[in-house]
C-alpha cells in the first residue's frame, strides 16, 4: 500500500489540490487511488499521531485507522491532504527555521502505516510572499514584529526542511514544487499525487486558474484548448502563460507591501536568496522536484 500525505505547506494551497482530487473519486478509485473528504480523515490521524508520537501504529490500530478513513474496501494508494500536518502557522518559523519540527513530525506521520510505501508532497514558497501570508493567518494574535520576533527572514532557507526530510525518512519518497509554478504545473502535480496516467482526464483542471484570471480569460482559454488539442505538458504551460500574461487578476500575483520595514527592497533580496536556494534544492539525493 502507498500512503501520500501532502503537506501543504501554509498559504500555498488553501485545499484546492485536494478538493479538485475529490472531483474526481470515482474516477481515482478505479485506478486504486482513495481520496475521501478532510473532515473524514483529519481529526482521525491528528489524534492518532498525537497518542503514539511516533510509536509504530499496530496493525488493529492501523485497520481502524483505514475503516475510519475510506469508503472502499481496499486501495492501493491512499492520499491525505492538510497544511497542519507539521503544525500551526503561527510555528511555522519558530527557531529561525521553516518548519523546525519537520523532521520529527514526518516520522511521527509515517508511524501510522509504518509498513506502507510512504511519500511526502510539499509546495515551496519565495519566503518573501511566503511570511506575509503566514502572518495574515497569525494578525489577530500578535503585531508583525512579534510574529517575526527571534525569525531573520535572510537565514530561511527550504533546502534546510527538505533535506531535513530526506534525513529523517531517506526510503520515503520527496515531491516538492514551487508554489509560484503551480500555474502552469497544476495538472502535473495532481496526476503525480494520485497516479494517474498520462491519458486521464481531469476533472476541475482549470479550477486553480480560475483563482488567479479573469472569468473572461478561463472562457478564452478552455475554448482555445477544445480547438487546439494539447499533447505535452510544455504545450500546455506555453498556452497557460499567454493567457496568464493578458487575463491574470493583478490582486492574485501582487506581493503584499503594507508590513513595517517589508518593501520592494526586501522582496528583492528574499527572491535572490530563494533563487539560489532553488539550486540547492534540485542537488538533494532522491527529492523529485516538478518544475516547469
Same mark, same amino acid.
Given at each position: 500500500?502507498?500512503?501520500?500525505?501532502?503537506?501543504?505547506?501554509?498559504?500555498?494551497?488553501?485545499?484546492?489540490?485536494?478538493?479538485?482530487?475529490?472531483?474526481?473519486?470515482?474516477?481515482?478509485?478505479?485506478?486504486?487511488?482513495?481520496?475521501?473528504?478532510?473532515?473524514?480523515?483529519?481529526?482521525?490521524?491528528?489524534?492518532?499521531?498525537?497518542?503514539?508520537?511516533?510509536?509504530?501504529?499496530?496493525?488493529?490500530?492501523?485497520?481502524?485507522?483505514?475503516?475510519?478513513?475510506?469508503?472502499?474496501?481496499?486501495?492501493?494508494?491512499?492520499?491525505?491532504?492538510?497544511?497542519?500536518?507539521?503544525?500551526?502557522?503561527?510555528?511555522?518559523?519558530?527557531?529561525?527555521?521553516?518548519?523546525?519540527?519537520?523532521?520529527?513530525?514526518?516520522?511521527?506521520?509515517?508511524?501510522?502505516?509504518?509498513?506502507?510505501?510512504?511519500?511526502?508532497?510539499?509546495?515551496?514558497?519565495?519566503?518573501?510572499?511566503?511570511?506575509?501570508?503566514?502572518?495574515?493567518?497569525?494578525?489577530?494574535?500578535?503585531?508583525?514584529?512579534?510574529?517575526?520576533?527571534?525569525? *531573520?527572514?535572510?537565514?530561511?532557507?527550504?533546502?534546510? @526542511?527538505?533535506?531535513?526530510?530526506?534525513? /529523517?525518512? $531517506? =526510503? #520515503?519518497?520527496? +515531491?516538492?514544487?514551487?508554489?509560484?509554478?503551480?500555474?502552469?504545473?497544476?495538472?502535473?502535480?495532481?496526476?503525480?499525487?494520485?497516479?494517474?496516467?498520462?491519458?486521464?482526464?481531469?476533472?476541475?483542471?482549470?479550477?486553480?486558474?480560475?483563482?488567479?484570471?479573469?472569468?473572461?480569460?478561463?472562457?478564452?482559454?478552455?475554448?482555445?484548448?477544445?480547438?487546439?488539442?494539447?499533447? *505535452?505538458?510544455?504545450?500546455?504551460?506555453?498556452?497557460? @502563460?499567454?493567457?496568464?500574461?493578458?487575463? /491574470?487578476? $493583478? =490582486? #492574485?500575483?501582487? +506581493?503584499?507591501?503594507?508590513?513595517?520595514?517589508?518593501?520592494?527592497?526586501?522582496?528583492?533580496?528574499?527572491?535572490?536568496?530563494?533563487?539560489?536556494?532553488?539550486?540547492?534544492?534540485?542537488?538533494?539525493?532522491?527529492?523529485?522536484?516538478?518544475?516547469?
Amino acid at each position: 500500500m502507498q500512503v501520500v500525505y501532502h503537506l501543504g505547506a501554509h498559504c500555498t494551497d488553501d485545499d484546492k489540490l485536494f478538493r479538485c482530487l475529490l472531483k474526481n473519486k470515482g474516477e481515482l478509485a478505479g485506478i486504486g487511488t482513495m481520496v475521501s473528504g478532510p473532515g473524514r480523515y483529519r481529526r482521525v490521524l491528528r489524534e492518532a499521531t498525537n497518542a503514539l508520537k511516533g510509536q509504530p501504529a499496530s496493525v488493529e490500530l492501523q485497520e481502524d485507522l483505514l475503516a475510519a478513513v475510506m469508503d472502499e474496501d481496499h486501495a492501493e494508494r491512499l492520499v491525505f491532504s492538510n497544511e497542519q500536518f507539521i503544525c500551526a502557522a503561527r510555528s511555522a518559523l519558530s527557531d529561525n527555521q521553516i518548519y523546525p519540527q519537520m523532521s520529527e513530525k514526518v516520522q511521527w506521520i509515517r508511524n501510522l502505516f509504518p509498513e506502507a510505501d510512504t511519500e511526502f508532497h510539499i509546495a515551496i514558497a519565495n519566503p518573501a510572499t511566503f511570511i506575509p501570508d503566514l502572518f495574515a493567518r497569525c494578525r489577530e494574535e500578535e503585531d508583525f514584529a512579534g510574529f517575526l520576533a527571534g525569525v *531573520t527572514p535572510a537565514d530561511l532557507r527550504w533546502s534546510d @526542511t527538505l533535506a531535513a526530510i530526506r534525513a /529523517a525518512l $531517506p =526510503e #520515503a519518497r520527496l +515531491v516538492a514544487w514551487c508554489n509560484e509554478d503551480t500555474p502552469l504545473i497544476w495538472p502535473d502535480i495532481l496526476r503525480d499525487m494520485a497516479a494517474m496516467p498520462a491519458t486521464m482526464p481531469i476533472a476541475g483542471e482549470n479550477d486553480f486558474l480560475a483563482t488567479i484570471m479573469s472569468d473572461e480569460g478561463v472562457q478564452r482559454m478552455e475554448s482555445y484548448l477544445a480547438t487546439h488539442p494539447i499533447k *505535452t505538458s510544455q504545450q500546455r504551460q506555453r498556452v497557460v @502563460t499567454a493567457f496568464l500574461d493578458k487575463y /491574470a487578476r $493583478p =490582486e #492574485a500575483v501582487e +506581493v503584499e507591501m503594507d508590513l513595517p520595514g517589508w518593501n520592494e527592497a526586501t522582496v528583492e533580496a528574499l527572491t535572490a536568496l530563494y533563487i539560489e536556494d532553488l539550486e540547492r534544492i534540485r542537488m538533494i539525493e532522491g527529492i523529485t522536484f516538478i518544475e516547469p
